[in-house]
């Protein structure tokens, strides 16, 4: 069995291969069933939750993501969520790699927001706004950034400016032409595309700041509770979503909406649908989009095969 560590995976998911993987992956399928959630008692501590994420190609390979949250982790200064992706052979069985998940999920995450922008946003877009500060939201500006190669500018906005400050100095050190967006509002209207990667609970992106011929990444928000943008948004976007099966059940996002009648559930189309070209993305230079992303099995998998295949 090899250990595939963090620096391996990142030398292996440059944004030019896994984007191509990911969408061969949605367009031929896979057999992906519901992720399975457990909680798990922590003495002395808040209860910690177990992600079991399994997926397989039948016959060619086999893989599962575990993933852990203990939230009491935050007082000892260590990371609540862990994550680690087990990937097998699909004839026999035998384990072939344990590799780091962490590393593995925020590269698939950013790489799917990409390949979804293939399908959505304008070939011309020029300006990204960046909603986040976290790992996720700078490998989001950063695949974003490498697969577009129109873009000449990256605002990041965060609640904290000196966070805020940090990430966009830290993408512009990796050659991200990024700068710190003082003002949300204002980062939102000038872009072309916004990406958002937050824990938000309320809308931080509000429709009447989006211009026509956005497109909107909403990738932070993974419970019905949680909200990136607000109902205005919806309204006057086409929605899709990487999964209808999981972003109809989790997403705050697009399940507020459908419970307020602001939008049709049926009306939302998927990842798969676009790369099979079962439904048209973009179509006008006029047109709002928003893509709610909430993490899907079948792209890990996705993932990890490329990883393996190329270690």
Not at 12 to 20: A, E, G, K, N, Q
Not at 38 to 45: E, Y
Not at 173 to 178: F, H, N, S
Request: aromatic content about 4%; some cysteine.
């Amino acid at each position: 069995m090899r250990i595939i560590d963090a620096a391996a995976v990142a030398a292996h998911l440059s944004p030019s291969r896994l984007v191509p993987a990911l969408e061969r992956m949605f367009r031929d399928g896979c057999t992906a069933p519901a992720r399975h959630h457990h909680t798990v008692p922590v003495p002395g501590s808040a209860d910690a939750l177990l992600l079991l994420m399994p997926a397989w190609r039948a016959g060619e390979y086999l893989g599962i993501k575990l993933v852990t949250v203990f939230p009491g982790n935050s007082a000892r200064g260590r990371p609540a969520v862990s994550a680690g992706y087990l990937l097998m052979d699909g004839q026999s069985g035998a384990v072939l790699a344990m590799i780091d998940g962490g590393e593995l999920t925020a590269k698939r995450t950013a790489a799917t927001s990409a390949l979804a922008a293939r399908f959505l946003a304008r070939a011309d877009a020029r300006t990204l706004t960046v909603v986040g500060t976290g790992r996720i939201a700078r490998e989001l500006a950063r695949c974003h950034a490498a697969t577009r190669p129109a873009l000449e500018r990256v605002l990041v906005w965060g609640r904290s400016a000196e966070h805020a400050a940090a990430a966009a100095a830290a993408l512009a050190r990796d050659g991200v032409p990024a700068t710190r967006a003082v003002d949300l509002e204002s980062a939102v209207r000038a872009a072309d595309i916004v990406s958002s990667a937050t824990l938000a609970t309320e809308p931080l992106i509000r429709g009447d700041w989006v211009r026509p011929g956005t497109h909107v990444d909403l990738v932070g928000g993974y419970t019905p509770a949680m909200r990136e943008a607000d109902d205005a948004l919806i309204r006057k976007a086409r929605a899709f979503a990487d999964t209808c099966a999981g972003a109809l059940q989790e997403a705050g996002d697009l399940v507020a909406p459908i419970a307020h009648g602001v939008l049709d559930a049926g009306a939302v189309a998927d990842l798969q649908a676009l790369c099979r070209h079962q439904r048209p993305g973009r179509q006008s230079d006029a047109e709002v989009t928003v893509f709610k992303s909430v993490g899907a099995a079948l792209e890990d998998l996705a993932a990890a095969i490329l990883v393996y295949e190329s270690s």
